[in-house]
T-cell receptor, first 115, second 113 residues
Framework: AQSVSQHNHHVILSEAASLELGCNYS??????LFWYVQYPGQHLQLLLK??????LVKGIKGFEAEFIKSKFSFNLRKPSVQWSDTAEYFC?????????????FGRGTSLIVHP | KAGVTQTPRYLIKTRGQQVTLSCSPI?????VSWYQQTPGQGLQFLFE???????NKGNFPGRFSGRQFSNSRSEMNVSTLELGDSALYLC????????????FGPGTRLTVL
């Protein structure tokens, strides 16, 4: 069974600091990769996704993520965080072949940004 | 375009009871997935329905079941509730049938006393 590991469970930063959240997955086949964000009191929403092509993908609100196939990683980055980035971040993996698959989420990283 | 809607938003039940939660996907989306979200376990996949058929199932006991109707609306049922079933139950819809971006609803907060 595939698994997704998010190594940072809680991250506390000051505004303007740089952010990198780690995500590693175990599935050996072709994957679709996602980062979702859950702002306080709001729904989970997509931040960015990778299906194929350029391994550096850009999402909303200045976030980006890099897919490194050899490391089974899809780390999320933002050069300068803002107080409004305070949220819970989830990495997710789906098999790209569709059909019978189980979308797997990491346990989430809680990010608190101090103004 | 209306988003994913879930009803009810909050529910309080006692042990041993059963509960039914409802999810209406985004118009035109044919796939609906259900998740259980808890602070300790994060999001755990329950099952996915596509065109009224259960296509995938997570590792949950048989007390958890679901179905999808011809209009793509979905329900999940939990029978013989246990304290550990207290959680936020999320529904997500996907456009098309592949492992694509999921659009999540606000969830139903179930508390089992």
């Amino acid at each position: 069974a595939q698994s997704v590991s998010q190594h940072n469970h809680h991250v506390i930063l000051s505004e303007a600091a740089s952010l990198e959240l780690g995500c590693n997955y175990s599935y050996g086949g072709t994957v679709n990769l996602f980062w979702y964000v859950q702002y306080p009191g709001q729904h989970l929403q997509l931040l960015l996704k990778y299906f194929s092509g350029d391994p550096l993908v850009k999402g909303i609100k200045g976030f980006e993520a890099e897919f490194i196939k050899s490391k089974f990683s899809f780390n999320l980055r933002k050069p300068s965080v803002q107080w409004s980035d305070t949220a819970e971040y989830f990495c997710a993996v789906n098999s790209a072949s569709g059909g019978s698959y189980i979308p797997t989420f990491g346990r989430g990283t809680s990010l608190i940004v101090h103004p | 375009k209306a988003g994913v809607t879930q009803t009810p938003r909050y529910l309080i039940k006692t042990r041993g009871q059963q509960v039914t939660l409802s999810c209406s996907p985004i118009s035109g989306h044919r796939s609906v997935s259900w998740y259980q979200q808890t602070p300790g376990q994060g999001l755990q996949f329950l099952f996915e329905y596509f065109s009224e058929t259960q296509r995938n199932k997570g590792n949950f006991p048989g007390r958890f079941s679901g179905r999808q109707f011809s209009n793509s609306r979905s329900e999940m049922n939990v029978s013989t509730l246990e304290l550990g079933d207290s959680a936020l139950y999320l529904c997500a819809s996907i456009r098309g049938g592949g492992p694509n971006e999921q659009f999540f609803g606000p969830g139903t907060r179930l508390t089992v006393l």
